[in-house]
């Protein structure tokens, strides 16, 4: 799928090699976390054992991305899934207080590389990750941004406010002292 000047292809194996390509250059991302911090077994102290398990669920088939493409290199992607497959979210004890009822999906890790931020590459990762989640049946999205204005854009794990807004998300609450839930319904493909 294209999303203006970008590809947006799903994290598969046959991606697997341009993902893993942005993370290397990325330092493993956020310290070696290779984007499996929101999964159920989190992060490990070691970026090579995060690299094993991340890898080991992209050939199992359980783990969701957009991966955006910039003609052959991956400059981001939007990690999605079942809120059983990316249970840990930040700020989860205040979320959890108020929950009503868990969503058909979440918006977990929103990642840019280092020298593509501000380009749209976020914006395009969303998109694709919702269109993603249409062909899988559509359902309600949640996803945990933070406001821009407030966070250095190196820091925003689920993404910026100012992105889902412009998806048509809607605020419902507040999670955090910057962080918010935000909803939309997806429609079927």
């Known amino acids: 799928m294209s999303e203006g000047r970008f590809d947006v292809r799903p994290l598969d194996e046959s991606t697997w090699p341009a993902f893993a390509a942005l993370v290397e250059a990325n330092n493993g991302i956020f310290g070696g976390c290779w984007c499996i911090g929101f999964h159920p077994e989190g992060c490990a102290p070691s970026a090579q054992v995060n690299h094993d398990r991340k890898k080991q669920r992209v050939l199992d088939g359980t783990t969701h991305a957009a991966l955006v493409f910039d003609g052959d290199d991956c400059v981001g992607w939007a990690q999605f899934g079942a809120p059983d ?10 979320y959890e207080k108020d929950l009503v009822e868990l969503p058909d999906w979440r918006i977990a890790c929103c990642y840019v590389g280092k020298g593509h931020r501000r380009q749209g590459v976020a914006t395009a990762a969303l998109a694709g990750a919702l269109e993603l989640i249409a062909a899988r049946g559509g359902g309600r999205v949640e996803g945990y941004p933070e406001d821009a204005a407030d966070v250095s854009a190196g820091f925003l794990f689920h993404g910026a406010l100012s992105t889902y807004d412009q998806a048509g998300f809607t605020r419902e609450r507040k999670i955090g002292k910057h962080r918010w839930v935000v909803a939309r319904q997806v429609d079927p493909a």
């Open 85 to 94: 497959e990316v249970p840990k979210i930040k700020n989860r004890p205040s």
